[in-house]
């Protein structure tokens, strides 16, 4: 990559996975990235926002369905993981809040969400939570 020492460049990474990074001129990590233009990078941002926004739908769908089974006052526990989820601004962090409320009380696998098409790194942190409760509840 072509570029001043000076210069804050945007790039995206050259093996084609999604992420933009700025990065300083003389940083090592540039032969691992390829300059793009900042409405590409915009465009990048905006199509990983609309993903992560349907999975917040879908684990807020969820957690609706499958609370409501469970629970003979399911609106009350819902509106409790409604609350949990909505206090964090990141959405990652909802959708995993989501998620572990309904995996902690309900026989939903990890795998399942998995299949649901749910990143590794939010499967992860739910069970990364199941298995703190898990050590909790033993010690």
């Keep these: ?17 999604k992420m933009t990074e700025y990065l300083w001129g ?11 233009s900042e409405a590409e990078a915009m465009a990048l941002i905006d199509e990983q926002r609309e993903r992560y926004n349907k999975l917040l739908g879908i684990a807020a769908e969820l957690a609706k369905t499958r609370k409501a089974k469970l629970f003979k006052r399911g609106e009350r ?45 939010i499967v992860n942190s739910v069970r990364i939570l199941i298995e703190k409760d ?4 033993e010690q």
Excluded: P
């Design 77 to 121: 526990h819902l509106d409790r993981l409604k609350a949990v989820a909505e206090a964090f601004e990141n959405t990652e962090f909802k959708i995993v809040a989501y998620l572990y409320g309904v995996c902690e009380d309900t026989s939903l696998t990890l795998d399942e969400l998995s299949d649901m098409g749910l990143t590794y790194r």
């Design 134 to 137: 898990k050590l909790t509840t």
């Design 26 to 36: 003389e940083s090592d990590k540039c032969d691992e990235y390829q300059e793009i």
């Design 1 to 17: 990559m072509d570029h001043k020492d000076d210069e804050y460049v945007i790039a995206e990474l050259i093996d084609g996975n």
